[in-house]
């Protein structure tokens, strides 16, 4: 039977050596042959805490979390290079999770498989904080049904280009979903409208449009009604109210009710 010594020699001399620890990027590897781990390169150490001589002799599903193993141990004896997620378990005791890969070789005539190991705790971090920033956004673009027919979506703070598509698609997901056939943008809380603001107003007006929604924009201050006009910004046939109960009386007039 070919020991653990002979294979990391094996491994020393042949180039897929280098292929599989000097070229892994920064994954880690290890080599295993079904259990015991015959050799390791410097990323799996750092990783995991243990020094490459403690991590060999060890069994390869005591790195992962109890619940992962057997489907681990499955998947790696199945055969096929598709990652498997699992939770790794450092040598303090603390954990990150991982994605895996194993592809088998044949080395000194003895089948065994070497399984590429990348931390994706980082990335796991990222989508979470990508998950919460999308919460936020969400709440600060808050669509409200006011009426049946009647949604309300009141602007506050800057609109920059990623808010106005947020804005857009979320007063286009509440049209459908209410069915709705008018909607106000109130923009009394936005500080600062400008050429952009309004190209963004505009396209919004447009997209609601294309779902068959009437718009009314409210809240526009004489100093920016006057900005715009400067600007040359006009804004044609739409319909606009200074205050937001009167765009909300005139939706309701719009829908056949009427607003005491």
């Given at each position: 039977?070919?020991?653990?010594?002979?294979?990391?020699?094996?491994?020393?001399?042949?180039?897929?050596?280098?292929?599989?620890?000097?070229?892994?990027?920064?994954?880690?590897?290890?080599?295993?042959?079904?259990?015991?781990?015959?050799?390791?390169?410097?990323?799996?150490?750092a990783?995991?805490?243990?020094?490459?001589?403690?991590l060999?002799?060890m069994?390869?599903?005591?790195?992962?979390?109890?619940?992962?193993?057997e489907?681990?141990?499955?998947?790696i004896?199945?055969?096929?290079?598709?990652?498997?997620?699992?939770?790794?378990?450092?040598?303090?005791?603390?954990?990150f999770?991982?994605?895996?890969?194993?592809?088998?070789?044949?080395l000194?005539?003895?089948v065994?498989?070497?399984?590429?190991?990348?931390?994706?705790?980082e990335?796991?971090?990222?989508?979470?904080?990508?998950?919460?920033?999308?919460?936020?956004?969400?709440?600060?673009?808050?669509?409200?049904?006011?009426?049946?027919?009647?949604?309300?979506?009141?602007?506050?703070?800057?609109?920059?280009?990623?808010?106005?598509?947020?804005?857009?698609?979320?007063?286009?997901?509440?049209i459908?979903?209410?069915?709705?056939?008018?909607?106000?943008?109130?923009?009394?809380?936005?500080?600062?409208?400008?050429?952009?603001?309004?190209?963004h107003?505009?396209?919004?007006?447009?997209?609601?449009?294309?779902?068959?929604?009437?718009?009314?924009?409210?809240?526009?201050?004489p100093?920016?009604?006057?900005?715009?006009?400067?600007?040359?910004?006009?804004?044609?046939?739409?319909?606009?109210?200074g205050?937001?109960?009167?765009?909300?009386?005139?939706?309701?007039?719009?829908?056949?009710?009427?607003?005491?």
């Amino acid at each position: 039977m070919t020991t653990s010594a002979e294979i990391r020699s094996t491994l020393r001399d042949d180039a897929l050596r280098y292929r599989l620890f000097a070229d892994a990027g920064t994954e880690g590897i290890i080599v295993h042959d079904g259990g015991t781990i015959c050799d390791a390169n410097e990323n799996m150490a750092a990783m995991t805490g243990y020094a490459v001589s403690e991590l060999i002799g060890m069994d390869g599903a005591d790195l992962v979390m109890p619940a992962d193993r057997e489907g681990m141990i499955d998947h790696i004896r199945s055969g096929p290079e598709l990652p498997y997620e699992v939770t790794v378990i450092r040598k303090d005791g603390s954990a990150f999770p991982a994605v895996m890969r194993s592809r088998v070789i044949q080395l000194g005539g003895a089948v065994f498989h070497a399984v590429a190991v990348l931390d994706i705790g980082e990335r796991a971090q990222a989508e979470e904080m990508r998950r919460q920033s999308q919460a936020i956004m969400e709440m600060s673009v808050p669509v409200i049904q006011i009426w049946q027919g009647i949604v309300l979506l009141p602007l506050i703070g800057v609109i920059d280009t990623v808010r106005a598509q947020q804005m857009i698609e979320r007063l286009l997901e509440a049209i459908v979903e209410s069915e709705a056939r008018v909607a106000i943008l109130d923009v009394t809380g936005v500080p600062v409208i400008d050429t952009s603001v309004a190209r963004h107003l505009l396209k919004t007006v447009d997209a609601a449009k294309m779902l068959g929604a009437e718009v009314i924009i409210t809240g526009f201050s004489p100093e920016a009604a006057q900005t715009l006009t400067q600007l040359g910004v006009g804004f044609g046939t739409l319909k606009t109210r200074g205050l937001l109960r009167a765009g909300m009386a005139e939706a309701f007039r719009i829908v056949g009710q009427h607003l005491c």
